[in-house]
T-cell receptor, first 114, second 114 residues
Framework: GQQVMQIPQYQHVQEGEDFTTYCNSS?????IQWYKQRPGGHPVFLIQ?????EVKKQKRLTFQFGEAKKNSSLHITATQTTDVGTYFC??????????????FGQGTILTVHP | GAVVSQHPSRVICKSGTSVKIECRSL??????MFWYRQFPKKSLMLMAT?????????EQGVEKDKFLINHASLTLSTLTVTSAHPEDSSFYIC??????????FGPGTRLTVT
């Protein structure tokens, strides 16, 4: 079945440093979504990327979708303590009864030291 | 944004008993809801897709007789963990998909089986 590999598993940064998490798939993805889960909380939708080479920004967050639509990244500039949490990428399965089902990457746990 | 609720948020039950978890979309109709399971510091694993008015579809390796799903209305899906055992202890999260196919996650239910 579809697999999405996400690295790194953990990232510890000092406040103000940048952070990047990467997702890779062996198959072409129709789209990719990014979620943030705070400790003890539930995943919260951040963004969806659909187009090849797409780049979207949300304040200090930059999301990219690779040209081949097999990889994606989330970059946070100048991290803040409020950025702490686990960041997941998720690929949507397409076609027939699989439509809308998400395959999640392993997640990257981000800790930010003040 | 859209709101999805889950009840209960936490439940402790004895081994051998059954537990029902409710997932409700509060301000939109969801023809499809998804049930996920998450172990500590791990990713979300899709268990099943709940379709209003029809049988749920289960992912490979998920026992349908163990995890009973009922999608009785466009705003309610229930997951019943039957004859629960300690290995069923986990964080169960539902998500609901709206008409434009965005997914919104519930706050999750932490199940502990003693």
């Amino acid at each position: 079945g579809q697999q999405v590999m996400q690295i790194p598993q953990y990232q510890h940064v000092q406040e103000g440093e940048d952070f990047t998490t990467y997702c890779n798939s062996s198959t072409t993805l129709s789209n990719i979504q990014w979620y943030k889960q705070r400790p003890g909380g539930h995943p919260v939708f951040l963004i969806q990327l659909v187009k090849s080479g797409e780049v979207k920004k949300q304040k200090r967050l930059t999301f990219q979708f690779g040209e081949a639509k097999k990889n994606s990244s989330l970059h946070i500039t100048a991290t803040q303590t409020t950025d702490v949490g686990t960041y997941f990428c998720a690929a949507s399965r397409e076609g027939g009864t699989s439509y809308g089902k998400l395959t999640f990457g392993q997640g990257t746990i981000l800790t930010v030291h003040p | 944004g859209a709101v999805v609720s889950q009840h209960p948020s936490r439940v402790i039950c004895k081994s051998g008993t059954s537990v029902k978890i409710e997932c409700r979309s509060l301000d939109f109709q969801a023809t499809t809801m998804f049930w996920y399971r998450q172990f500590p510091k791990k990713s979300l694993m899709l268990m099943a897709t709940s379709n209003e008015g029809s049988k749920a579809t289960y992912e490979q390796g998920v026992e349908k007789d163990k995890f009973l799903i009922n999608h009785a209305s466009l705003t309610l899906s229930t997951l019943t963990v039957t004859s629960a055992h300690p290995e069923d202890s986990s964080f169960y999260i539902c998500s609901a998909r709206d008409l434009i196919y965005e997914q919104y996650f519930g706050p999750g239910t932490r199940l502990t089986v003693t």
